[in-house]
């Protein structure tokens, strides 16, 4: 086996770990933070489009986490759950949002990606940050139970069975919003490209 002595990141928490996570350890905290926290954000980012609103949910997620870590059941595996904790975080923001009669035309304003590369030409980098802010943008349009099925599926790389637990779905339902988010942004983006 290549590469055995590199670990992949666990995808279920060993019992002494979940045990110290419960005791609110907070190196322990610290080490599952650190390991989670991107996927988090970038699985908010791409559902909110906004990086600091991906980034205040992110730490939201966490504080939840930390607040309910003792529901966690032994066994079960972590990005699941923790794709669950994201999602009602998301949703519960958006409910305090429209109760204050916030304006979603607000949050479409700050799209986009930074693309850094020193490998990258300007030319390219700026090629690359257009077509991603196409995506995003063309991601943003879509209803956003389709938007969480496609980002689910091709950014996180789910499977359909767990795309469908997270979002309270059959499985048929979930390849469903898939397939119909993936003909909506081929739409978009082909729309988008017309403009350019």
Known sequence: MVGSDVTPEPDVLPPELLDRLS??????????????????????????????????????????????????????????????????????????????????EEAREDVGFEVT?????????AESADAQGRVQRALMELAPEYREAVVLRFVEDLPYDEIARIQGVAVGTAKSRVFRAKEQLAGLLADAADVH
């Open 23 to 104: 005791r609110g350890d907070e190196a322990a905290w610290y080490d599952f933070v650190s390991a989670h926290e991107g996927r988090m954000y970038a699985y908010l980012y791409r559902l909110e489009g906004n990086a600091e609103d991906a980034l205040d949910l992110t730490q939201e997620v966490f504080y939840r986490a930390w607040r309910s870590i003792r529901t966690f059941r032994p066994g079960e595996r972590v990005l699941p759950w923790l794709y669950q904790v994201a999602r009602n975080t998301q949703i519960e923001s958006h409910r305090r949002k429209q109760l204050q009669r916030f304006s979603l």
């Open 117 to 125: 590369s020193a490998a990258r030409s300007p030319v390219q980098a």
